[in-house]
């Protein structure tokens, strides 16, 4: 393709941000689908367009099909100094490409945990186990756990109500999504989990009675709360006197794009903010830690747990 043709495709911003992925890590259509936000017919069909001007190849590994760059896309002459003009500037982030830089270390971060994935280095090979888990991890140190009432506040797809439903003497999921909730009743139904009960309300009006749980999980919910103060002040109302509130959710961030692509509230917490939060809430012996982080990751998950008091 000469260096006017190439310039007409590159014309295309979507086109622009999906070469810069590549510029970064092979990726099949699915993780470019979720690093770009864009549906995977439209990425499929960027694609298509790049493979054919010879800019990106396809390579199948392990059932899937990874694209990167073409190792000699810039070819010579005109098109050649086009195209490292175009490198250079993947260098210079924008708002955009700051977003699809924190969805590409969510991707490294799900294939970081993948068993599949756990052979790019002799250490990973060594802490390859067959049998090794995180599901079997969590229902191990469920059994730990005495007989419990549990409830899920903002359960999503439903994945952590049903491995706790595996060790609880039941679960109580809330979400204010129907939708998300159909689909998660047809996933418990699907595994045969029967000590759920799937209830739509809001964080900070809680569909639970008073005293009525022994444990109140907020996971990644509590950014989508407009009050927290509030939704950790119901968490309170529903425990038992003794029981635990446990929370996962994301330390203080700029990543302001979440908002419009994933709903959040709040950008994180600061990890003040947050354990007074829970003090507020009426919590005692307020605890938190660093739950995860990765080098280069942007988002940093903070743990924190409390106690309603006697």
């Given at each position: 393709m000469a260096a006017a043709g190439l310039m007409r495709l590159l014309g295309d911003n979507t086109r622009l941000r999906l070469l810069r992925a590549l510029s970064l890590e092979a990726l099949n259509v699915s993780e470019l689908t979720a690093v770009l936000g864009?549906?995977?017919?439209?990425?499929?069909?960027?694609?298509?367009?790049?493979?054919?001007?010879?800019?990106?190849?396809?390579?199948?590994?392990?059932?899937?099909?990874?694209?990167?760059?073409?190792?000699?896309a810039g070819g010579n002459g005109e098109r050649a100094a086009l195209w490292s003009w175009l490198q250079s500037n993947f260098a210079h982030p924008t708002a955009a490409t700051r977003a699809d830089d924190a969805r590409l270390e969510e991707v490294r971060r799900v294939r970081k945990e993948s068993f599949r994935q756990h052979r790019s280095?002799?250490?990973?090979?060594?802490?390859?186990?067959?049998?090794?888990?995180?599901?079997?991890?969590?229902?191990?140190?469920?059994?730990?756990?005495?007989?419990?009432?549990?409830?899920?506040?903002?359960?999503?797809?439903?994945?952590?109500?049903?491995?706790?439903?595996?060790?609880?003497?039941?679960?109580?999921?809330?979400?204010?999504?129907?939708?998300?909730?159909?689909?998660?009743?047809?996933?418990?139904?699907?595994?045969?989990?029967?000590?759920?009960?799937?209830?739509?309300?809001?964080?900070?009006?809680?569909?639970?009675?008073?005293?009525?749980?022994?444990?109140?999980?907020?996971?990644?919910?509590?950014?989508?709360?407009?009050?927290?103060?509030?939704?950790?002040a119901e968490a309170h109302r529903i425990l038992r006197p003794g029981g635990r509130v446990l929370i996962l959710d994301l330390?203080?961030?700029?990543?302001?794009?979440?908002?419009?692509?994933?709903?959040?509230?709040?950008l994180g917490f600061e990890d003040e903010q947050l354990a007074a939060l829970i003090k507020g809430a009426g919590f005692q012996d307020v605890t938190l830690r660093v739950g995860a982080r990765r080098t280069g990751d942007p988002f940093t998950v903070l743990i924190a747990a409390g106690t309603k008091g006697t």
């Open positions: 864009l549906a995977q017919s439209g990425v499929s069909r960027h694609l298509g367009l790049l493979r054919d001007a010879g800019l990106v190849t396809e390579d199948r590994t392990g059932g899937f099909s990874y694209y990167r760059l073409e190792p000699d280095s002799d250490d990973e090979r060594r802490q390859m186990v067959p049998g090794r888990s995180w599901a079997a991890w969590s229902r191990a140190l469920g059994l730990l756990q005495p007989a419990a009432d549990v409830a899920d506040l903002g359960c999503g797809e439903g994945y952590l109500a049903i491995e706790m439903a595996q060790w609880a003497r039941r679960v109580m999921a809330v979400d204010r999504s129907a939708d998300v909730l159909d689909g998660a009743r047809d996933l418990a139904k699907r595994r045969r989990i029967r000590n759920i009960t799937w209830k739509r309300g809001d964080l900070e009006r809680l569909p639970i009675d008073d005293d009525s749980v022994d444990l109140a999980l907020l996971s990644q919910a509590l950014h989508h709360a407009e009050h927290p103060d509030q939704a950790l330390r203080a961030h700029d990543h302001a794009w979440v908002r419009e692509k994933l709903g959040d509230r709040w």
